[in-house]
């Protein structure tokens, strides 16, 4: 195989530059390969679907891409498979989000896709055996093949399995569960939790859920995998970083961006557990605390650590975070980010005005 391989960036200008001008443009081209799938979906409501879920998270492909320039990686190889997963992703997220469906058991079959996904010897299942709409012409078995094509070509794959399968489990299981009917789906997402905290002292069952619901864990583990000389404990090394740090950072600071909205929608929040917004912001200092130092511990910790003023900078150069309720907290996340943030914030709000992102 072909392989386009890059230098190591370790500088945020360079990085970034990097990332605009040669990965942005690659995951344009996936984008609109899967829109043109996506408009081919026979059920015009699963069609719509698909279509919106391109359409509106777009950027989630874009920012998960950032993992396509770790040192090694194959690029295009990893744009195919980030953009592919995080596809399944929002997709999904569209089903069980805007249909006004609150079935367990369809939920979590359809979410089998997450976990097929990463195993090229699942096969594909049948996600829709008890989804109310499932003809979509074959649109979401061939993002999973394609997922699972790119992940057989990692030379690292062994070590990354257990791990891997085991992040896109929990979001499986978040995904399931967040979206019952209100009232029900906290007391079952409790008993879900807690079994699973006894291995966290440090975070709470509402952090716990956050850190389930980020995908960047799977892309690191997917990057570092394309090094032939990758290590278990390097690999645990990097799990034990992103769940539930860095992970649980990426979800927490889209829960506070969307908090005015889904307070109208009557929406899950995480953010709203705090209790207030002060509250809210101690705990997330804390956790980007405990994200910063432990990720330079890490090879590469620049890299790791771009991400993290880069996760920063994306989501709180959001438009909503001029609500002067979020504002406040807001302001103190970026002077914790340091001169990074503040300049990647910067750019991001310049993408923003000129629609790239």
Known sequence: ???????????????????????????????????????????????????????????????????????????????????????????????????????????????????????????????YLYFPYQNDGGYLAKLVTTCQENISYLSGYELIKTGILRFAGLYADLQTYKHLALEQREDLMLAWIKPELKAFSRISEWEFAAATGSTLGIFCLYAIASNPKLSREEVKAHQEVYFPWINGLHILLDYLIDLAEDRETGQLNFIRYYGSLDKAGDCLARIWNFAWEAAGQLAFSNFHKAILQGLLALYLSDPKCLDPEIQPLSKLLISRGGTGARLLQWICRDLRKSGVI
């Open 1 to 127: 195989m072909n392989k386009t391989m890059i230098s190591r960036p370790s500088k945020i200008p360079v990085l970034i530059y990097r990332f605009v001008k040669t990965v942005f443009p690659l995951v344009e081209t996936e984008l609109d390969y899967w829109r043109s799938r996506a408009g081919l979906c026979p059920d015009s409501l699963l069609a719509k679907a698909a279509i919106a879920s391109i359409r509106d998270k777009k950027f989630h492909c874009q920012g998960g891409s950032i993992y396509a320039l770790y040192p090694g990686a194959d690029i295009k190889q990893t744009v195919e498979f980030i953009v592919a997963y995080q596809t399944i992703s929002d997709y999904l997220d569209n089903l069980v989000d805007s249909l006004e469906i609150t079935d367990q058991q369809a939920f979590a079959q359809l979410h089998l896709a997450m976990r097929d996904a990463l195993d090229p010897e699942y096969g594909t299942s049948d996600y």
